[in-house]
C-alpha cells in the first residue's frame, strides 16, 4: 500500500478501536490464515464466528449484532444473495490488501439495507488509504469490452447483453481506505461496478479515504443517486468503457494535496448524465473535469470551487460531447455556482458515519465532556479543554491529527482542566496523524499549576500558554494505556511539539501505560513540576526520548526507549537539579552512527537505578561540566567510563500493556 497510517508493524493491530468477535481458536480460521480458500461449508461456519472469507453460493444474510472481518476474498457466486442489514459493520483486515475484497459475480446480488441513520460500514481495521480493494460487481449489461470481458480484478467476467440486469440493491453504504495495489499501476477503487446493469439501485454511497478512485464504472447502465466522495487520491468519480448511466446529487470534497480529478471519463461517449455534482477542492488547486478521447457527458447543476482547472482535454475529446448547462462545454469557464447538493441535510446524514466514523473535536471543551469510543474523532486544529472541564476518553477510542497546518494542531489540557484516558491494556487508546508520519501533528499537551523554575503563570513555548504555580499536588487527570504517533511538529524556528509535553503538572496526575512512536521530536517533556510515569514506551523520537528541564522532581518507573534511526539522546536533563528518580530504563539503539544515551546540562542530575543501555558510543555526557555527583547511578556517583550496559530492567513480559504494544 502507498499510504499507511502507521509505518510500525508492532503496532498496527492496535490502530482499531473495534471490537471483533473472537475466532483465534477455530480451525476453519487458520485454514484462512494459511493462505487456503475455505471449503463452502467452512465458509458458513466462518460467517457465524465474524469471518468473511471466500465464496457463498446460496442465500445468506449477515447479523447487524456481529462485528465482521473480512481476511480474504469474499465472494457471492451466481444465483446466490447476500444481504446485509442496517448498522451492519465489516471491517477489512490489511495484512494482505490486494486478497482482501468483496465481490458481487455475474448473477448474483447484494442487498444493502442500511438507513439514513444507521448505514452500514465497510471499512479498513488501520487508518489510512490503500488497506484492502472495497467492493466489486460485475454485470451482465453491456461494455465496449463485449460479452465475457475480464476485469483487471481476480479474471472476474464482465459483461452481456442485459442492459437491465440486477445486481441488488445498496442504500446507506459507506466505504473507506480501499485502493489496495493490484499489480503494477493497477489499484482497486471503493466500488468498482463492471458492466453493472439498470435494474440495480444505488442510492446513499459514501466513499472515504481511497487510495484510487471512490467510485468507477466499467461501462454498465448503472445510476448512482446521492454519492458523496471524500479525499479520494486518484479520481473521486471515473468511467470508461462506454458507461451511460446517471449520477444524481454528487458531492466531492477533496482535502488533501496530489489527487487527480473530480471527473475522469475516458473512452467512446455513450452520453451518461450527471445532475447536480458539487466539488470543493479545500486546499486550493487541481483537476475537476477531466474528458479523454471521445468521451463525454450532460451535467446540470455544475458547482466547482477551489480547482486550478475546471474542464481538461488531454486528448482533444470535441467539446460538443461535453455539455454543461445546456451547451457545449467552454473551458475558460470555472463553473464557480453556488453548490447544488447541501450535504447538511437530514438525507445525507449517512455520511456521518462520519456518525459512526468521524467527529471533529471542538476547539474548546467547557464542560465535561465523555468521547464515544465509536466514532474516530479528527483533531483539526487546536483543541483546548478548559479550566474546571474534564475530557474522558475511553477505551479504544482514536483521536487522528488531519489538519493542514501541523503547528496548529494539538490536543492541550489548560491549568485548572483534567483529561482522563481511560485506556485498557487491550484496547489502548490512540492519538495519531492521518499518514502517522513524524512531525505531522502537536501531540498531548499538558499544563499545570505544579512548581517551575519558571515562576507562577509562566508563558510556555507553546501557543503562549499559562503554566507553573504552587501547587506540587496538582491534579490534571488520569491517563493509562496511551499510543501517540506522529508528533514533532515544528513550532517555530527550532521549536518543536513533543509527543506528550508536561508543563508544570503535579504529582496527583496519574500517567500510566504510554507507548509514543515516531515523534519529530522528543518523546516525553518534563518543563518542571511533580508528575510521575510508569510504563514508559518510547520508539523512533528523532530528538530526544525522555526531556526534562525547569526542575523536574517526579519519577519515571519502568522505561524502554527504542532507537533504530538518527536521534539526539536517551535523556536530556537541563537546569537545575531537583534530583528526580528514574527506576529501571533499558535503551536499545541500532542505529550505526555516533549518538549518546544520557546527557546532563548545566547543574541537572538524578538518581537512576536499573539501567541498561545498548548500542551507544556515548553513555554519559556532561557538556557544561555539572557535577557528577549530581547523577546517582546504581548507589554511586555517575561513573563516565562505565559502559552500564547490564541485562535488560524492563522485561516486557512483566508489563501486559507493552507485551500488548509489541505483539
Not at 479504544?396 to 491549568?415: D, F, H, M, P, W
Request: with cysteine; proline share 2%; aromatic share 6%.
Amino acid at each position: 500500500m502507498k499510504n499507511s497510517v502507521i509505518k510500525l508493524g508492532l503496532i498496527s493491530a492496535l490502530l482499531t478501536g473495534i471490537t471483533f468477535t473472537s475466532c483465534s481458536d477455530d480451525d476453519d480460521i487458520r485454514n484462512e490464515q494459511s493462505g487456503e480458500v475455505p471449503t463452502v461449508a467452512d465458509v458458513f461456519e466462518n460467517l457465524n464466528n465474524g469471518i468473511l472469507n471466500g465464496n457463498i453460493d446460496r442465500d445468506f444474510t449477515l447479523n447487524a449484532s456481529v462485528s465482521y472481518k473480512l481476511t480474504g476474498i469474499f465472494s457471492v457466486q451466481e444465483g446466490a444473495t447476500l444481504t446485509i442489514p442496517a448498522g451492519t459493520q465489516i471491517t477489512a483486515d490489511a495484512s494482505n490488501s490486494r486478497e482482501n475484497y468483496i465481490s458481487v459475480l455475474q448473477g448474483a446480488k447484494i442487498n444493502v439495507e442500511g438507513t439514513v441513520n444507521n448505514p452500514v460500514l465497510m471499512i479498513s481495521e488501520e487508518e489510512g488509504r490503500g488497506n484492502w480493494g472495497g467492493l466489486v460487481i460485475t454485470g451482465k449489461a453491456k461494455t465496449t469490452e463485449g460479452i465475457d470481458a475480464t476485469a483487471e480484478i481476480g479474471n472476474l467476467k464482465y459483461g452481456g447483453e442485459d442492459v437491465e440486469d440486477n445486481s441488488g440493491s445498496i442504500k446507506n453504504l459507506v466505504i473507506r481506505g480501499a485502493g489496495a495495489i493490484i499489480s503494477g499501476d493497477s489499484q482497486f477503487n471503493g466500488l468498482s461496478l463492471y458492466a453493472v446493469g439498470s435494474g440495480t439501485t444505488l442510492e446513499n454511497i459514501a466513499i472515504i479515504d481511497g487510495d484510487d478512485d471512490g467510485i468507477e464504472f466499467f461501462g454498465g447502465s448503472a445510476s448512482v443517486k446521492n454519492l458523496y466522495v471524500k479525499d479520494a487520491k486518484d479520481d473521486a468519480i471515473d468511467w470508461t468503457e462506454g458507461w451511460n448511466g446517471s449520477i444524481t446529487n454528487a458531492f466531492v470534497d477533496q482535502a488533501l494535496n496530489g489527487f487527480s480529478t473530480v471527473v475522469e471519463a475516458d473512452g467512446i461517449n455513450n452520453n451518461p448524465t450527471i445532475t447536480n455534482l458539487t466539488a470543493k477542492s479545500s486546499l486550493g488547486g487541481g483537476t475537476a473535469l477531466q474528458f479523454k478521447k471521445q468521451s463525454g457527458a450532460t451535467i446540470t447543476g455544475l458547482s466547482l470551487t477551489g480547482f486550478d482547472i475546471s474542464v481538461d482535454r488531454p486528448q482533444g475529446s470535441e467539446l460538443v460531447n461535453i455539455n454543461i448547462e445546456g451547451a457545449p462545454v467552454v473551458e475558460a469557464e470555472t463553473y464557480e455556482n453556488a453548490a447544488t447538493v447541501d450535504i447538511t441535510s437530514n438525507e445525507w446524514d449517512f455520511i456521518r458515519a462520519e456518525t459512526q466514523l468521524f467527529n471533529d473535536l471542538p476547539s474548546e471543551i467547557a464542560e465535561n465532556t465523555t468521547l464515544d469510543a465509536n466514532i474516530i474523532y479528527n483533531l483539526t486544529g487546536i483543541t483546548s479543554v478548559k479550566s474546571g472541564a474534564t475530557l474522558t476518553i475511553p477505551a479504544g477510542t482514536r483521536i487522528i491529527a488531519n489538519g493542514s497546518n501541523n503547528k496548529e494542531n494539538y490536543l492541550v489540557v489548560l491549568q485548572g482542566a483534567k483529561i482522563n484516558v481511560e485506556g485498557s491494556v487491550d484496547n489502548p487508546v490512540i492519538m495519531t496523524s492521518e499518514q502517522g508520519n513524524a512531525g505531522e501533528w502537536g501531540g498531548l499537551v499538558i499544563t499545570g499549576k505544579a512548581t517551575t523554575t519558571e515562576g507562577v503563570d509562566a508563558t510556555a513555548e507553546v501557543g503562549n500558554l499559562n503554566y507553573g504555580g504552587n501547587d506540587d499536588a496538582d491534579n490534571s487527570g488520569s491517563i493509562k494505556n496511551l499510543q501517540i504517533v506522529g508528533s514533532g511538529a515544528i513550532i517555530t524556528g527550532d521549536s518543536q511539539f513533543n509527543g506528550l509535553s508536561l508543563y508544570a503538572v503535579g504529582s496527583e496526575t496519574v500517567l500510566e501505560n504510554i507507548a509514543i512512536i515516531d515523534g519529530e521530536d522528543d518523546g516525553v517533556e518534563f518543563f518542571g513540576g511533580t508528575v510521575s510515569l510508569k510504563n514508559l514506551y518510547v520508539e523512533g523520537a528523532e530528538d530526544d526520548a525522555i526531556d526534562w528541564t525547569e526542575g523536574w522532581n517526579g519519577t519515571l518507573e519502568n522505561a524502554y526507549v527504542s532507537h533504530k534511526s538518527k536521534f539526539s539522546t536517551v535523556v536530556e536533563a537541563d537546569g537545575v537539579n531537583k534530583n528526580p528518580t528514574i527506576k529501571n530504563l533499558t535503551a536499545v539503539s541500532t542505529v550505526d552512527e555516533f549518538e549518546t544515551a544520557l546527557q546532563f546540562k548545566k547543574e541537572s542530575g538524578a538518581t537512576i537505578t536499573g539501567l541498561s543501555l545498548s548500542g551507544y558510543d556515548i553513555v554519559l555526557d556532561f557538556p557544561q561540566s555539572g557535577p557528577v555527583a549530581n547523577v546517582q547511578i546504581e548507589g554511586a556517583d555517575a561513573d563516565v567510563n562505565a559502559k552500564y550496559d547490564a541485562e535488560e530492567t524492563v522485561d516486557f513480559s512483566g508489563i501486559d500493556f507493552l507485551e500488548k504494544l509489541i505483539n
